[in-house]
């Protein structure tokens, strides 16, 4: 055995005794200890760091990287970590085990680069391939409690001709908590991360918070760069933002926040986000984002050799407003029985979602009484298929979308087109050749999944 390994072994003994964080729920439209009863805020940071190829990496598999990096986010004061993509097949304890002992929690994002919902064939791409992949990435968490949530998806709908998408996206919400309800040892919350579009983050909030109980998400998270440079509550529209969502029901925060336009960046939002205007509404956010990229979003700059990371005058600018800010006592005035939102009315061209959610398809039913079974990880079969007589050609159905179909793996998409988001696309278009044969290594080949969508077995 490797010194490493022994290593390892030993911290992973040691941290047996160490008490597990309290896992978080939702009450109203707020995040609260289960244990302790205090309300929760999020004060954390989008983590992504490539590897050293500069491509996108589970950062809770390697424990060198989380080691090396959990001592930066905790001096930050910081409670929270969103990861954008993991491979489920891996084993993250080492790195979870640390962030439990640093009071942090996870909220993780179940899309990858080859299992996502589709934005030019939603419909196709909603099959028992994607919901086994989300559920074994569920099995693989679901023990952590310092596991926040689940993100079923991220930036689906990303402008106003993609609204169709919610249809799916509120479907595998429905179909994560199901499987959540029945095959996890707690109940852990599943929302979504949406992009700040002004024509209808309002209608797609209020879409995932309409119907029945069973269908609606337990959270949303907005990725929001309106505050940019000497801004305020004011200019920066967040007093619009707390007045419309003020009825909202579900836990709402920034799951990504920190305009760069200019530079650097002085995170004055951060006294307001956890002000008492904002909090009986809003629940904290992450910043975008941790690692130092092309983007310029980075709080740490991380060496060639990646083993040490070195704090940006944006990590030291941070560090100086969450050291001036406290967060509230009390319950910061939640809204304890605020009503579910009414369905947003059918606009063409503005707001396409449908009320009526396709059934889960027919192969994936059987996980919710069996299990998900063994976790494929990144290299399993991409959910990408769509049949050649929709595309009218041949050999690369299954990558027919593969740049426009991710959740983007970090964004900052309103304001940056050189997002972490193209990262994710790269790696899935560096992949399409393989996108149309990858699903002869699943449970079924090819023939069963042209089967199932010709007689219905995968909704569309």
């Not at 595998?172 to 908590?177: F, G, P, S, Y």
């Not at 130092?292 to 740490?300: C, D, K, M, P, T």
Request: hydrophobic letters at 40%; one cysteine or more.
């Amino acid at each position: 055995m490797k010194f490493e390994s022994v290593v390892l072994s030993a911290l992973a003994a040691a941290s047996v005794a160490l008490a597990d964080l309290n896992p978080i729920v939702v009450k109203g439209n707020a995040f609260f200890d289960s244990v302790t009863g205090d309300r929760f805020y999020i004060k954390g940071v989008d983590y992504q760091p490539p590897d050293a190829n500069g491509e996108t990496s589970d950062p809770l598999m390697d424990y060198n990287v989380c080691s090396r990096d959990v001592p930066h986010i905790k001096a930050l004061g910081m409670n929270t970590i969103r990861v954008y993509h993991v491979n489920n097949a891996a084993d993250h304890s080492a790195c979870m085990q640390l962030l439990q002992d640093n009071g942090i929690y996870l909220l993780l994002d179940v899309a990858t680069a080859d299992q996502a919902i589709s934005r030019d064939y939603p419909m196709y791409s909603y099959n028992y391939v994607l919901l086994q992949h989300n559920f074994a990435t569920i099995d693989a968490f679901s023990n952590y409690t310092n596991v926040l949530g689940f993100v079923a998806a991220n930036e689906v709908v990303n402008a106003v001709n993609t609204t169709d998408t919610a249809t799916v996206l509120k479907a595998v919400i429905r179909d994560m908590k199901q499987y959540i309800s029945v095959q996890s040892p707690r109940t852990i919350p599943v929302g979504y991360c949406a992009a700040d579009v002004a024509e209808n983050r309002y209608q797609l909030a209020h879409y995932l918070n309409c119907g029945d109980e069973s269908e609606r998400a337990e959270f949303f998270g907005l990725n929001d760069y309106s505050w940019c440079g000497a801004s305020s509550y004011t200019v920066s529209g967040y007093n619009q933002k707390v007045a419309n969502f003020n009825n909202y029901s579900i836990p709402l925060f920034f799951s990504e926040y920190g305009c760069n336009l200019v530079e650097p960046r002085e995170f004055t939002e951060v006294q307001a986000i956890y002000s008492s205007q904002m909090i009986p509404v809003f629940s904290g956010g992450l910043v975008y984002e941790y690692i130092q990229e092309a983007n310029n979003y980075g709080l740490v700059e991380v060496s060639s050799d990646l083993e040490t990371a070195t704090p940006l005058t944006d990590y030291y600018n941070l560090q100086y407003q969450f050291n001036q800010t406290k967060l509230p006592s009390g319950d910061g005035g939640y809204h304890a029985n605020n009503p579910p939102s009414e369905c947003p009315a059918y606009v063409k061209g503005l707001w396409e979602a449908n009320d009526t959610l396709p059934s889960m398809p027919a192969q994936a039913s059987q996980y919710l009484t069996a299990g998900a079974g063994t976790p494929l990880g990144t290299d399993g079969p991409s959910n990408q298929w769509v049949p050649n007589s929709v595309l009218g050609s041949s050999g690369a159905s299954s990558a027919a979308s593969a740049t426009s179909t991710v959740s983007s793996a970090g964004s900052a998409s309103s304001l940056s087109s050189s997002s972490a988001g193209s990262s994710t696309a790269s790696a899935a278009a560096s992949k399409g050749a393989a996108l149309a044969t990858g699903l002869n290594s699943f449970v079924a080949p090819v023939l069963v999944v042209a089967f199932s969508f010709a007689f219905g077995l995968v909704a569309f």
